[in-house]
């Protein structure tokens, strides 16, 4: 099936994502990287609404935009109306209403992307910047993107996702996405943020045991923001480093052609020895070069719906 045959209003999530259209997005990607110019959509605009704090997301979706000639609107949710009491669905009408494509959104509520998907009199693209503990699709897509340039095929390679995995959308989504690929997932950290849900996918077991047979070391932040008042309370930076961190001791052990990605922000000297983050065998701002690119295959996805509606 080709991609023409998928496109979509939205792109929110990976959970109903097949392989195939995850590799077709992945191959756009590489495309635009190597330098495709961009489709001539008929006029379009774009308004990014970030319901929690963002660098990477939001200035890499801004320059996606910009690589595809969208107009972007300005939109600040800290002075916007949703202070006022108006639901998200009224600011997206009203978005819609004066001519805005895609609204590109980031929002602490998990799924809050359901209900909105379903109404027909909503025509406006959403993409998913980011839900709550939910999902990161674009994040997915540009970590996936970055293994593929790195091992072409996912079939049998080994992944350990390392850290707050409870909390972690981008846990759930590389997660889902590594097993339809036919990669072999594994997990290791604190225990007590490891869901069982994530066993579907993968092996938990321990950080020393595993790392010397990974292909990929997938660190995650630990989400301080999603932490309870008392598992808060109990952390320690420097004891999470030490049992559970990619120290430069640990690193020793990885094996020569292993990669480590890192959705970032890095917390250095916590899931990671800061003089590994620009080492030889960090992909991390790899990643973020990647992501410019992911997101405009994602933004020209839902373009290409609206141009055959």
Same mark, same amino acid.
């Given at each position: 099936?080709?991609?023409?045959?998928?496109?979509? %209003?939205?792109?929110?999530?990976?959970?109903?994502?097949?392989?195939?259209?995850?590799?077709?997005?992945?191959?756009?990607?590489?495309?635009?990287?190597?330098?495709?110019?961009?489709?001539?959509?008929?006029?379009?605009?774009?308004?990014?609404?970030?319901?929690?704090?963002?660098?990477?997301?939001?200035?890499?979706?801004?320059?996606?935009?910009?690589?595809?000639?969208?107009?972007?609107?300005?939109?600040?949710?800290?002075?916007?109306?949703?202070?006022?009491?108006?639901?998200?669905?009224?600011?997206?009408?009203?978005?819609?209403?004066?001519?805005?494509?895609?609204?590109? &959104?980031?929002?602490?509520?998990?799924? +809050?992307?359901?209900?909105?998907?379903? %109404? @027909?009199?909503?025509?406006?693209?959403?993409?998913?910047?980011?839900?709550?503990?939910?999902?990161?699709?674009?994040?997915?897509?540009?970590?996936?993107?970055?293994?593929? @340039?790195?091992?072409?095929?996912?079939?049998?390679?080994?992944?350990?996702? /390392?850290?707050?995995?409870?909390?972690?959308? /981008?846990? %759930?989504?590389?997660?889902?996405?590594? +097993?339809?690929?036919?990669?072999? /997932?594994?997990?290791?950290?604190?225990? @007590?943020?490891?869901?069982?849900?994530?066993?579907?996918?993968?092996?938990?077991?321990?950080?020393?045991?595993?790392?010397?047979?990974?292909?990929?070391?997938?660190?995650?932040?630990?989400?301080? @923001?999603?932490?309870?008042?008392?598992?808060?309370?109990?952390?320690?930076?420097?004891?999470?480093?030490?049992?559970?961190?990619?120290?430069?001791? %640990?690193?020793?052990?990885?094996?020569?052609?292993?990669?480590? &990605?890192?959705?970032?922000?890095?917390?250095?000297?916590?899931?990671?020895?800061?003089?590994?983050?620009?080492?030889?065998?960090?992909?991390?701002?790899?990643?973020?070069?990647?992501?410019?690119?992911?997101?405009?295959?994602?933004?020209?996805?839902?373009?290409?719906?609206?141009?055959?509606?």
């Amino acid at each position: 099936m080709m991609m023409a045959e998928r496109i979509q %209003r939205n792109l929110v999530t990976v959970d109903h994502m097949e392989a195939d259209d995850a590799l077709d997005l992945i191959h756009e990607a590489q495309a635009y990287k190597e330098g495709k110019k961009p489709e001539l959509f008929q006029k379009a605009y774009a308004a990014n609404l970030f319901f929690e704090d963002s660098t990477r997301t939001k200035c890499s979706f801004q320059m996606a935009e910009h690589k595809l000639n969208m107009d972007t609107i300005n939109f600040d949710a800290s002075t916007s109306s949703v202070n006022k009491g108006e639901t998200l669905y009224d600011t997206l009408k009203t978005l819609e209403s004066i001519g805005v494509n895609v609204a590109v &959104i980031r929002h602490p509520e998990t799924e +809050y992307y359901r209900d909105l998907c379903k %109404r @027909e009199d909503l025509k406006i693209g959403i993409v998913n910047a980011g839900d709550g503990s939910g999902q990161h699709p674009s994040q997915c897509l540009l970590d996936m993107m970055t293994i593929a @340039e790195e091992f072409k095929s996912f079939n049998d390679l080994k992944v350990l996702i /390392v850290g707050d995995i409870k909390h972690s959308r /981008v846990a %759930r989504s590389n997660a889902q996405m590594l +097993y339809s690929l036919g990669a072999k /997932v594994f997990f290791s950290g604190p225990k @007590e943020w490891f869901d069982s849900d994530f066993e579907k996918y993968g092996t938990y077991g321990d950080l020393d045991t595993l790392l010397p047979d990974m292909d990929v070391i997938n660190l995650l932040r630990v989400q301080n @923001e999603r932490l309870n008042d008392t598992e808060g309370m109990n952390f320690d930076s420097d004891e999470y480093h030490q049992q559970f961190g990619l120290t430069k001791e %640990r690193a020793t052990q990885m094996k020569p052609k292993a990669i480590i &990605i890192h959705p970032a922000p890095v917390n250095r000297g916590v899931e990671i020895d800061s003089d590994l983050v620009e080492g030889p065998q960090s992909r991390i701002f790899e990643q973020m070069k990647n992501g410019v690119y992911a997101r405009m295959a994602i933004l020209s996805r839902v373009l290409r719906y609206q141009e055959v509606m």
